[in-house]
């Protein structure tokens, strides 16, 4: 095996190479954001919803599961409990957000009428380059003639224009590694925006795909690149916004930080992706 990228980790160093570095190489801490909480327990609840017998698929079964799956994500990280209280929110409005968020939900499908094929599924597929492609879809449904359909669950806005490109390169990903597990291409693929209650679809063809293939693995030739040269150059943007490294990245004034020794091989060991 030549490494390993998810899509998550791709998008990064697409973002910024130095994020990249400062995820994969040097694993510096990042400081929870109620956001990033709030989608992953909204993911856990969609993803639980279809354990239900489909007529009890409702926003109120959902409401009710909110809480449970917000104790269990802190009982398993207790230091989440810190982002409330003092100037962060507080908890019952987080949750009433959650309640917000969720219930979108139910204006976009009816879960009632769905039976998902496989819910959090981890893919991995080895290209010929020997590149492993790895990473978690939130759901696959498969139709009575074989179509394949993948969706994934944004509890944020759908993207403005100029970072469409962006969203719809991870789902292309995901449907690579679908395409050379299964030998289907996937019919379509659907990103679930919660945050502004709008689904934006896409139909790949095998074209697509071979260039997805293309652009994955020239992405890892710059990796490499960097990974061999050092040059882990930052790249500003709008997006700065919400990154957690402005203390070491000298577009903010911070200090970035030696390399570890001996310096890792790069090899994206995450599989968990963006649940935003």
Same mark, same amino acid.
């Not at 409330?84 to 949750?95: H, I, N």
């Not at 998902?116 to 492993?132: I, K, Q, T």
């Not at 402005?246 to 004034?253: D, L, R, V």
């Given at each position: 095996?030549?490494?390993?990228?998810?899509?998550?980790?791709?998008?990064?160093?697409?973002?910024?190479?130095?994020?990249?570095?400062?995820?994969?190489?040097? *694993?510096?801490?990042?400081?929870?954001?109620?956001?990033?909480?709030?989608?992953?327990?909204v993911h856990k609840v969609l993803e639980d919803l279809f354990d239900l017998p489909a007529l009890d698929r409702t926003?109120? *079964? +959902?409401?009710?599961?909110?809480?449970? +799956?917000w104790d269990a994500l802190l009982e398993a990280e207790p +230091?989440?409990?810190?982002?409330?209280?003092?100037?962060?929110?507080?908890?019952?409005?987080?949750?009433?957000? &959650? $309640?917000?968020?969720?219930d979108r939900y139910f204006d976009l499908?009816?879960?009632?009428?769905? !039976?998902?094929?496989?819910? !959090?599924?981890?893919?991995?597929?080895?290209?010929?380059?020997?590149?492993? =492609? *790895?990473?978690?879809v939130d759901r696959i449904d498969i139709a009575p003639d074989g179509r394949i359909r993948i969706s994934d669950y944004k509890t944020g806005r759908s993207p403005g224009e100029g970072f469409e490109a962006k969203a719809l390169f991870q789902m292309k990903f995901y449907a690579l590694v679908v395409w050379r =597990?299964?030998?289907?291409?996937?019919?379509?693929?659907?990103?679930?925006?919660?945050?502004?209650? !709008?689904?934006? $679809?896409?139909?790949?063809?095998?074209?697509?795909?071979?260039?997805?293939?293309?652009?994955v693995e020239a992405l890892w030739a710059a990796i490499q690149l960097a990974q061999r040269t050092g040059d882990w150059r930052p790249s500003p943007s709008r997006l700065c916004d919400w990154c957690s490294y402005?203390?070491? &990245?000298?577009?903010?004034?911070g200090t970035v930080p030696p390399l570890p020794e001996p310096v890792p091989q790069v090899a994206d060991a995450s599989t968990d992706e963006s649940t935003d």
């Open positions: 095996m030549l490494g390993a990228l998810s899509p998550s980790r791709a998008g990064d160093f697409m973002t910024c190479p130095l994020m990249y570095r400062f995820r994969t190489i040097d *694993r510096l801490p990042e400081e929870p954001s109620p956001d990033a909480v709030r989608g992953t327990v926003p109120d *079964r +959902a409401a009710d599961m909110l809480v449970p +799956a +230091a989440l409990a810190e982002m409330f209280g003092g100037e962060g929110p507080d908890v019952a409005s987080w949750l009433a957000s &959650c $309640r917000t968020v969720l499908e009816d879960p009632r009428r769905l !039976e998902p094929a496989e819910r !959090e599924l981890y893919v991995e597929a080895l290209l010929d380059s020997r590149l492993l =492609l *790895r990473g978690f =597990l299964r030998g289907v291409v996937p019919s379509m693929l659907q990103l679930i925006y919660l945050g502004n209650g !709008e689904i934006v $679809r896409y139909e790949p063809d095998e074209d697509d795909l071979r260039a997805t293939e293309r652009k402005h203390q070491f &990245c000298p577009t903010k004034g």
